[in-house]
């Protein structure tokens, strides 16, 4: 079946950089366009990067120039590279496929915190 596991995830000081990814199984990994999304209890899940199957990207406002999403098809893996990170950053992030229906990975917990 389809199956979307998050590594990576951890204590950051403000400022710091961590890299997520996202190990995918069960589906053709390069036909499908992949997001990483994030949330925390107070706020709705947000949407923070999509990477197209042709390797096109979007960005939420709050992380461009400092978040890059890129993926992998050989190792069927997206990852999620965050620099120059913030406080508001701490979140637990979540892959995502849409696969005739919606898709997540368990979550990765990132705490930036000084």
């Known amino acids: 079946q389809v199956q979307l596991v998050e590594s990576g995830g951890g204590l950051v000081h403000p400022g710091g950089s961590l890299r997520l990814s996202c190990a995918a199984s069960g589906f053709t990994f390069r036909n499908y366009a992949m997001r990483w999304y994030r949330q925390t209890p107070e706020k709705e899940r947000e949407l923070v990067a999509t990477i197209s199957s042709d390797y096109s990207t979007n960005y939420a406002d709050s992380v461009k120039g400092r978040f890059t999403i890129s993926r992998d098809n050989a190792k069927n893996t997206v990852d999620l590279q965050m620099n120059s990170l913030k406080s508001e950053a701490t979140a637990v992030y979540y892959c995502?496929?849409?696969?005739?229906?919606?898709?997540w990975g368990q979550g990765t917990q990132v705490t930036v915190s000084s």
């Open positions: 995502y496929v849409y696969r005739f229906r919606v898709v």
